[in-house]
């Protein structure tokens, strides 16, 4: 039997959190709001504070800055892409659909299971900062892909892309319905591949929309836009934290933010999309194909947007990537509760009415 849209999962950590799909959740308490019961492992206080004061934290060398470069110079022979030849940029080529065409203007690398980017995944002090902000040991893993940039002019230029007046805007924008009674929660991260000047643009925010978004809210029409916020930029500025290769920058799904555009002349910002979310280990149909996408290096399935590359799957050119220990709990191949966990997973949820 199908389950129900609104039927949710209870995670398989001490704390109460529940999901349909792994990706917002609802919680008792509010990221923001949530009083740690755990030491911090890389975040220190300070960082914590500013986490749930401003909505965002940066982890310096997340990663090596070595691993990161690798992972850069993979992003641009995954897309046959000489990063001395900038002719090769810009290429023309056929698109399978207007989301195609956006997502090639705004720099997506459709590649998600590289070994490489299963290292950035599984390293330690990566998982220890999304423990730090989740208060939980027991998370799963985005499976996410690669972002390179270049100066968007040509066909890159963003120009290309229509106009809307309500809804997604790359430059501000929230990832969940900011309208709703009770405010769902997400985590979302990036790690720097290389280290980003002004001109490249990427990664930018509204902190003092996230600091003071009760009040602004309250003084907001019925009918704002649920998804694109309207502030004056004067009062609440939107800023773009500084960013070295290997640093891990992580942000409340609550927290107003985009891409700025590629205005230099000849940079490039790159960077891996990778958070982390509590293990929805119960959910056994998601589970499965977390792992099937992982052990088949097919795309994964269940965001629209995941289109993988058209012209040769990564299935056809790298072999499966090996998982350590703490890597196949974050997959959801082994369960965080040991074999137990894995045998019983059965798909039995919890009601929305417990959350």
Known sequence: MATPDH???????????????????????????LDKTRPL???????FAHWQTYGYVVVREAVPASAARRLLDFAWE??????????????????RSDLDRELHIYGFVEAYHHQLIWDSRQTRRVYDAFVDVWDAEELWVTLDRLNLNPPNVKNRDRALIERRERGFD????????????????????IIALNDTEADHGGFQCCPE???????????????????????????????????????????????????????????????????MMPALESHTALRRSRVDSWRT??????????????????AERYPTAELTDLGAKLLGLTSWHGQRGTDTATGDGTCAASA
């Not at 039927?7 to 959190?17: C, G, H, Q």
């Not at 492992?41 to 960082?47: G, K």
């Open 78 to 95: 995954f897309q046959g892409l000489d990063p001395d030849r900038p002719e090769t940029w810009y290429e023309e080529r056929a698109y």
């Open 170 to 189: 790359i430059e501000l924008h929230w990832d969940v319905d900011t309208t709703l009674g009770v405010l769902p929660q997400r985590v979302q991260g």
């Open 7 to 33: 039927y949710l999962y209870r995670a398989a950590t001490d704390v109460p959190y529940f999901s349909a799909d792994a990706d917002t959740y609802l919680a008792r308490t509010p990221l923001r709001d």
């Open 297 to 314: 290096l097919a795309t994964p399935e269940w965001n629209a947007t995941l289109l993988g590359d058209a012209r040769r799957p990564e």
């Open 41 to 47: 492992r890389v975040l220190t206080e300070e960082d």
């Open 209 to 275: 929309l996230f600091r003071r978004f009760d009040r602004w809210k309250a003084l907001q029409p019925e009918d704002r836009d649920p998804i694109r916020p309207a502030v004056d930029r004067t009062e609440m500025p939107v800023v773009r934290p500084d960013l070295h290769a290997g640093d891990l920058l992580i942000w409340n799904g609550l927290l107003a933010h985009g891409v700025a555009p590629n205005t230099s002349g000849g940079g490039v910002r790159a960077v891996q999309y990778l958070s």
